[in-house]
């Protein structure tokens, strides 16, 4: 019998080791024969290892989360509900506020003291410029006690060397000539006494009818025409001429001075009146500058 097993075990061999060969030869590797129950065994290993790994992995996840908070309830102190709410922010904010409207208000405080200083350079300025202006100078010229005044046998004046002598040194704003006129409408007014003198320079010439009177006298007065218009003007000059010794004007410069104009009366002395010389602030005796006006 054993010659018999021998014999089958040497026909397997060799059957197998056939089959080997054919596969070698096929191309394809040899076939393993497993064991089935030897492979079941090892797939039930495989899923119990698995398993553990899993429980394993849980548990370490539980401890850790089961740490943390341990550490987190310990780290908080236990007596932070007594500790009273911090209001230094609120202290903080009152002060900012109180320092906001201590700013705010100095800030107003300042502006007006350079709206005040403002206001002064504004006014002194405008005082160095008047003070580097030429003073602004209104000439009145009564033509009447002028020509009337002047001897019979002088030369005639030169109403235009009379305007540049007393118009030096002065920005001359107006010159104005009082004249009366003829009624004869046929006597042409540029060739009239009291007009032609002033035509050609630059005067400003106010006309008037001559008055007749019973006697046969002839008067032409300009006494309130030429009180309105000095006091008309003086607020936009300086200094005021008034050519005339007529004491019919010395209330109108009275006037004028108390705003501050400086008056200054030309006239010969045979027609100016003692107070138009003692209250004008320069007086000129015209026969005493006779060769610079004729």
Request: no cysteine; glycine share 6%; proline share 4%.
């Amino acid at each position: 019998m054993n010659n018999d097993n021998s014999n089958d075990n040497s026909n397997d061999n060799s059957n197998d080791s056939s089959d080997d060969k054919q596969s070698i030869i096929a191309g394809r590797r040899p076939s393993k024969k497993v064991d089935i129950n030897q492979k079941s065994n090892i797939d039930e290993d495989i899923l119990t290892a698995s398993e553990n790994i899993e429980d394993s992995e849980e548990k370490d996840i539980k401890n850790s989360n089961n740490s943390s908070s341990k550490e987190t309830f310990s780290d908080a102190d236990p007596k932070l509900e007594d500790v009273p709410p911090d209001d230094s922010n609120s202290r903080t904010d009152s002060i900012n506020s109180s320092e906001f409207l201590n700013l705010k208000e100095l800030v107003v405080q300042q502006g007006r003291v350079l709206e005040e200083l403002r206001a002064g350079l504004l006014t002194l300025g405008g005082q160095l410029d008047r003070s580097t202006q030429l003073p602004r100078l209104g000439l009145f010229v009564d033509v009447p006690n002028l020509i009337y005044g002047q001897d019979s046998d002088s030369k005639p004046l030169h109403m235009g060397k009379l305007l540049q002598f007393i118009g030096d040194g002065r920005d001359v704003v107006r010159a104005t000539a009082y004249s009366p006129v003829s009624d004869d409408p046929m006597e042409a007014l540029e060739q009239q006494k009291f007009v032609a003198p002033f035509v050609p320079y630059e005067y400003r010439i106010v006309t008037k009818a001559l008055k007749r009177f019973a006697d046969g006298s002839i008067k032409g007065n300009f006494d309130v025409e030429m009180a309105i218009d000095m006091l008309t003007m003086a607020d936009g000059l300086d200094v005021i001429a008034v050519v005339s010794g007529d004491a019919d004007f010395a209330r109108a410069v009275e006037v004028v001075q108390t705003r501050g104009v400086r008056v200054e009366v030309f006239a010969f002395a045979q027609s100016s009146s003692l107070e138009m010389r003692s209250l004008a602030d320069r007086y000129v005796e015209l026969g005493s500058v006779l060769n610079q006006i004729v």
